[in-house]
């Protein structure tokens, strides 16, 4: 059974930095694209940024050059630094993997900026 667990979500002013992470555990093999959601109050589940097993990384336009994600193979785990945070940054943030054909999501960590 696959299990992701999120840390690092909380509460920064504008312009802070946060770091999340999320340690994938439940698979003899490894993920293969990882990466990172998020959702707004009343919007819909967007893409942030993905990193496939490849190191190939994809970012959403609205973060780029302020988010940096990365993995480490050996703990399955992915991390996204995100700096220069803004209000508009708020939201759900979820760790997405893929294992094969199936997709797993995990618990959600929240993160506030305040203005």
């Known amino acids: 059974q696959v299990q992701l667990v999120e840390s690092g979500g909380g509460l920064v002013q504008a312009g802070g930095s946060l770091r999340l992470s999320c340690a994938a555990s439940g698979s003899a093999f490894s993920f293969d694209d990882m990466g990172w959601y998020r959702q707004a109050p009343g919007k819909q589940r967007e893409l942030v940024a993905t990193?496939?097993?490849?190191?190939?990384?994809n970012y959403a336009d609205s973060v780029k050059g302020r988010f940096t994600i990365s993995r480490d193979n050996a703990k399955n785990t992915v991390y996204v630094q995100m700096n220069n945070l803004k209000p508009e940054d708020t939201a759900v943030y979820y760790c997405?993997?893929?294992?094969?054909?199936?997709?797993?999501w995990g618990q959600g960590t929240q993160v506030t900026v305040s203005s």
């Open positions: 990193i496939t097993s490849a190191n190939t990384i």
């Open positions: 997405g993997v893929v294992l094969g054909s199936r997709q797993y």
